[in-house]
């Protein structure tokens, strides 16, 4: 089946430091990524959808300078948290479909944030 | 704009009874998915229903959709303890246009008591 490769699966980095998070496509190409924040115990939370070959559309609230979304290939989308804070403390966790959305969307592990 | 209601929040059984989470929408929806997420891991898909009144059934997962597609439910029977995680409804966005962008419900946590 398909799969969705996302690296870290955790980590732990200092205020004002900047942490990348990369998901990949492993056996299909996605022109459009989602990346969710979830809290613990919570919904998932739509941030931005990450389209191939053009800017991020982020939902209402999101910061755009600060969650830096790069998607350059057909494989490969990347979420980078700038200046992270302990607020940005979370669960992080990308999402792509490889046969059409009516197939259902396949998720990363997540990557888990610790800003301290 | 859509919201996914789901309840209940958590739900306790004992090993063996059964559990339900209900999933309703303020619109119609065109479609409803299901996912499922063990503790600590990832959402994984379950199941997709399209037509009004669909009834859906994976083993001892029972899955509906209404008939003015504004609600669906997923029913497990005679729960185990491989059960436990947090169920998932989603469906589309209204404003998503030609494309799908999934809006989830809150989940049910279901806690399987052995």
């Known amino acids: 089946g398909a799969v969705v490769s996302q690296h870290p699966s955790w980590v732990i980095c200092k205020s004002g430091t900047s942490v990348k998070i990369e998901c990949r496509s492993l056996?299909?190409?996605?022109?459009?990524m989602f990346w969710y924040r979830q809290f613990p115990k919570q919904s998932l939370m739509l941030m931005a959808t990450?389209?191939?070959?053009?800017?991020?559309?982020?939902e209402q609230g999101v910061e755009k300078d600060k969650f830096l979304i790069n998607h350059a290939s057909l494989t490969l989308s990347t979420l980078t948290v700038t200046s992270a804070h302990p607020e940005d403390s979370s669960f992080y966790i990308c999402?792509?479909?490889?046969?059409?959305?009516?197939?259902?969307?396949?998720f990363g592990s997540g990557t888990r944030l610790t800003v301290v | 704009g859509q919201q996914v209601m789901q309840i209940p929040q958590y739900q306790h059984v004992q090993e063996g009874e059964d559990f339900t989470t209900y999933c309703n929408s303020s619109?119609?929806?065109?479609?409803i998915q299901w996912y499922k997420q063990r503790p600590g891991g990832h959402p994984v898909f379950l199941i997709q229903?399209?037509?009004?009144?669909e009834v859906k059934k994976q083993k001892r997962l029972t899955f509906q959709f209404g008939e003015a597609k504004k609600n669906s439910s997923l029913h497990i029977t005679a729960t185990q303890t491989t059960d436990v995680g947090t169920y998932f409804c989603?469906?589309?966005?209204?404003?998503?246009?030609?494309?799908?962008?999934?809006?989830f419900g809150r989940g049910t946590s279901l806690i399987v008591h052995p």
């Open positions: 999402s792509a479909t490889s046969q059409g959305a009516n197939y259902g969307y396949t």
């Open positions: 056996d299909f190409q996605a022109t459009t």
């Open positions: 990450s389209n191939e070959g053009s800017k991020a559309t982020y």
């Open positions: 619109t119609t929806l065109s479609n």
């Open positions: 229903l399209v037509k009004s009144g």
């Open positions: 989603a469906g589309p966005r209204p404003e998503s246009g030609g494309s799908y962008i999934p809006t």
